[in-house]
């Protein structure tokens, strides 16, 4: 598909396993090692630990700035605590992902706030490959796509 100034939605469900639930949607793919994604950390949705709780949902594009990178150098710019709060980390859960302008606005269960809203780190928007994101030894489960203009 044609991936440039777009809106993906989907549903999701992690799990509630500390570091074992890494899932989300990439897209400007331009191959399997070069894209941007936007991915969920569910076990930190309820965490009483306010530095996990803000480490909910992650932008980042791969592997300029990847999460070690953007973590050591851009601490806590391109992560947030997710909106509404009451998502516990087995709920499935639906995300809107804006992609215009260049900016990255993430929406979780029609929010009309996006919990997440960060300056692309692809300006140039190359790569039209789109999919869902699993990070290693991690679980979810993914529904009803839709992308549009």
Request: overall charge negative; charged content about 30%; glycine content about 6%.
């Amino acid at each position: 598909m044609e991936f440039s100034e777009e809106t993906i939605e989907f549903d999701l469900k992690g799990r509630d396993i500390l570091q074992k639930s890494f899932i989300g949607i990439a897209f400007h793919g331009q191959d399997n090692d070069r894209y941007e994604t936007v991915y969920f950390r569910p076990f930190n949705f309820q965490s009483a630990d306010p530095v996990r709780k803000i480490h909910a949902v992650q932008y980042a594009y791969e592997p300029q700035f990847g999460f070690e990178e953007l973590r050591r150098n851009r601490k806590d710019e391109f992560e947030s605590a997710i909106e509404p709060a009451s998502v516990r980390a087995s709920d499935w859960f639906h995300v809107k992902l804006e992609v215009k302008s260049g900016r990255i606005k993430v929406f979780v269960n029609d929010s009309e706030s996006p919990c997440l809203n960060v300056e692309t780190l692809n300006p140039s928007q190359a790569g039209t490959k789109v999919g869902y994101w699993v990070g290693n030894n991690s679980d979810g489960d993914f529904a009803h796509i839709k992308v549009s203009k």
